[in-house]
């Protein structure tokens, strides 16, 4: 069975301070490490896909990074408008649907 | 702008009540799913459907069906609605199996 952990679960941080969301998985069979970001009450939204260990995506003030068992979502300098709960799901060769962490809620402070 | 447009962003209901949920995309995607989404818990599948006329069981799909009459279209039901499906329902589809979803903005159903 899939399984993806993220850490912490909640985070706050002052603006401009950096810090990094972990996820955590173990899947058969991978296929897709996805990044979402989702504000209160909105559905979520795509950030990035990482296939291969190794591999790094960015976004302007987001990083991520793909290992065998974990990614990195890396906030660099963040701003209040980062605030938001970001979520990390994997897909796996053998199913269509993807499995999903519980996310990470990010607060940045002015 | 591609899309996926949920009929309803907040929907009250009564117990026992028969509740559909409608779910429309843009994007000629073959795969469209249903899942909930209460705190601490994630988001969980309840159905989901790869073709028309096709569907297949998620983790939690009782008390749940689902309608896949038109590539488009993919309808969630509960059949008699319950307290503890009160919930965040959140609609997605998808392309191809490497791709990501686009989900929808989300109907937040209470059922009284």
């Known amino acids: 069975e899939d399984q993806v952990t993220q850490s912490p679960e909640a985070l706050r941080l002052q603006e401009g301070e950096s810090s990094s969301l972990n996820c955590s998985y173990t899947?058969?069979?991978?296929?897709?490490l996805f990044w979402y970001r989702q504000d209160p009450g909105k559905g979520p939204e795509f950030l990035f896909t990482?296939?291969?260990a190794g591999e790094e995506k960015e976004k302007e003030r987001l990083k991520a990074t793909l290992t065998k068992k974990e990614s990195f979502l890396h906030i660099t300098a963040p701003k209040p408008e980062d605030s938001a709960t970001y979520l990390c799901a994997v897909g796996n060769t053998g199913r269509r649907a993807l499995t999903f962490g519980s996310g990470t809620r990010l607060q940045v402070q002015p | 702008d591609v899309k996926v447009t949920q009929s309803s962003r907040y929907l009250v209901k009564r117990t026992g009540e028969k509740v559909f949920l409608e779910c429309v995309q843009d994007m000629d995607h073959e795969n469209m799913f249903w899942y909930r989404q209460d705190p601490g818990l994630g988001l969980r599948l309840i159905y989901f459907s790869y073709d028309v006329k096709m569907k297949e069981k998620g983790d939690i799909p009782e008390g749940y069906s689902v309608s896949r009459e038109k590539k488009e279209r993919f309808s969630l039901i509960l059949e008699s609605a319950s307290t503890n499906q009160t919930s965040m329902y959140l609609c997605?589809?998808?392309?191809?199996?490497?791709?990501?979803?686009?989900f929808g903005s989300g109907t937040r159903l209470t059922v009284v």
């Open positions: 997605a589809s998808r392309a191809l199996t490497g791709s990501g979803y686009t």
């Open positions: 990482l296939y291969s």
């Open positions: 899947v058969s069979g991978l296929r897709g």
